[in-house]
């Protein structure tokens, strides 16, 4: 029965596609799936297959590996270019490391061993249909932004990054010293090259250094220069980045981690406009614009004295702040569309949308990370994806774990050695959503913002839940929290309950 007819009402079962020369898999197969009133269709060859799928494309096809005439995985190849959304599962009784890569590599949704656990192939068909209804409800697609006009990377309309975006445009007129401040991830040196982008500079040399993957025996010698036997090794002369940076824009990443020595030198060229190579007695005038960055609290480490004041003074002239991600939720869809469309771009995958599960999911994801840890995420998501949507199931384990969604075991991200579960497994088992961390942060900032003493509050919650859990119990209830007895009592009775 054809799918286009099928699909005439919309209560109509879906229709699975039956490929195998073995009559007797296809009648257990058949009365399996029929237990879900799914409609089956059945085609004994790889031939007569891919003819049932050029004329009305099945919801799902079951693919045997092993047939005379066309095998599994040329039909595979012939159905996915006919239909390259096509949901296929292959069967087989040989569990090879090649048969899993190739089934993947040509776009199987998953594959499934023989002899069949009914349990396996009803939860299979299941995730399968469900990843097709996923992608049909991408059909609509809509990116939220066109990356060509973010060609410097920064992308953003929330008000945290309206404020960024205003203090580029205003400190790019002038040469003065920036300090960009920011958790890791956040696109601290975006901002510093946007900066040299619009400034007076940009015919100039822009030079990038992470001062924390410089030693600190070497940082000098990369910064200053050498001179000629200055040192062991140094058999010949070195410019450094501040000369090969005259009248350009040099940007210090991680510039929290320099070490106090060259902390001072840096502090030289600021006021004096002037360097000395290691090792030599000549004073080199340099015209340089810099720009600092760090994700560590630089005012701490000034009260510590592990920074020196006068020169956080000199590069604190203005100061932009980069918000986390999670503090800009908005974002995160112009963002994930912005990486999806420069993926695509490249040709390094095929996927161009996101269905809203996946979407809804990595925007309620609080992203430590950031957006570094955003964009590896998408990279690998849209490799695994097996077309050109993003499904919930591409997204990684941890990002859905981290939200609370239902651990899935059954789709292709599976072990090659376990390529499915029970459907008790794949959809009653769920991993923790909290770890005790994320819960602590999330009650604090809670709290925060209700303006009752957080202690206080966090108090009374854990004394009242304790003691019901106890079936108010004072004596067990009184040993869990870790006060006396008394204590307990003296609670209990300010908030109105009886042991």
Known sequence: MPENSAAASSSAPPVILLIDDDSEVRYSLSRVLSSRNYNIVEAASGEQGVDIVKKSPPALVFLDVRMGGMSGIEALQHIRSVNPRQMVILMTAFGTAQTAIEAMKYGAFDYIMKPFDPQKVLALAENALKARADTRAASDYKPAITSDDFKEGIVGGSQPMRDVFKLIGQVTASDVTVMITGESGTGKELVARSIWKHSRRAPKPFIA?????????????????????????????????????????????????????????????????????????????????ILAATN????????????????????????????????????????????????????????????????????????????RELENTIYRSAVIAQGDTILLKDLPQEVRDAVGEVRDETHSGAPASEPATTAASSTNKSEPSLTTGRALDFLRETLSESGEPILARLEREMIIRVFKAENGNTARASEKLGITRATLRKRLDEYGLKP
């Open 209 to 289: 250094v992470n001062c924390a993957a410089i030693p600190d025996n070497l940082i000098e010698s990369e910064l200053f220069g050498h001179e000629k036997g200055s040192f062991t090794g140094a058999t010949n002369q070195r410019i450094g980045k501040f000369e090969l940076c005259d009248g350009g824009t040099i940007f210090l990443d991680e510039i929290g981690d320099m070490a106090p020595a060259t902390q001072a030198k840096i502090l030289r060229v600021l006021q004096q406009g002037e360097i000395q190579r290691v090792g030599g007695g000549e004073t080199i005038k340099v015209d340089v614009r």
């Open 296 to 371: 560590k609290d630089i005012d701490a480490m000034i009260r510590e004295k592990t920074f020196r004041d006068d020169l956080y003074h000199r590069l604190n002239v203005v100061r932009i702040r980069i918000p986390a991600l999670r503090a800009r939720p908005d974002d995160i869809p112009p963002l994930v569309d912005f990486c999806v469309q420069n993926l695509a771009r490249q040709k390094k995958t095929r996927a161009r949308k996101v269905s809203p599960e996946a979407m809804s999911v990595l925007t309620r994801h609080r992203w430590p990370g950031n957006v």
